[in-house]
Nanobody
């Protein structure tokens, strides 16, 4: 069992930056690939980024490539999402997720554990 807690959300103007953190409980964090997703009301959860067990491999949605960076610190059981050049369309609730298979997955159904989400609001 893994419990995930996101933090770092907030309100920012377009062009600004935020860094989200996701702290995981347990001693097996390094055995999970991690992902970030986002969701707006009435829409399906959307893939943002994912990172491999060691952090050596990453994969991004085209909409955030070049602006967002996912990273992890296995010693701190934490995954991060650095978001730069934010746009109003990035406004959403952001969720982190853990995947026991360890693959880089963009499908939400692959992930086994989810955090409660953190709100990001970007104003124009």
């Amino acid at each position: 069992q893994v419990q995930l807690v996101e933090s770092g959300g907030g309100s920012v103007q377009a062009g600004g930056s935020l860094r989200l953190s996701c702290a995981a409980s347990g001693r097996t964090f390094s055995l999970y690939s991690m992902g970030w997703f986002r969701q707006t009301p009435g829409k399906e959860r959307e893939f943002v980024a994912t990172i491999s067990l060691s952090g050596g491999d990453t994969y991004y949605a085209d909409s955030v490539k070049g602006r967002f960076t996912i990273s992890r610190d296995n010693a701190k059981n934490t995954v991060y999402l650095q978001m730069n050049s934010l746009k109003p369309e990035d406004t959403a609730v952001y969720y982190c997720a853990a995947d026991r298979t360890g693959i880089l997955a963009a499908k939400a159904r692959v992930y086994d554990y989810w955090g409660q989400g953190t709100q990001v609001t970007v104003s124009s």
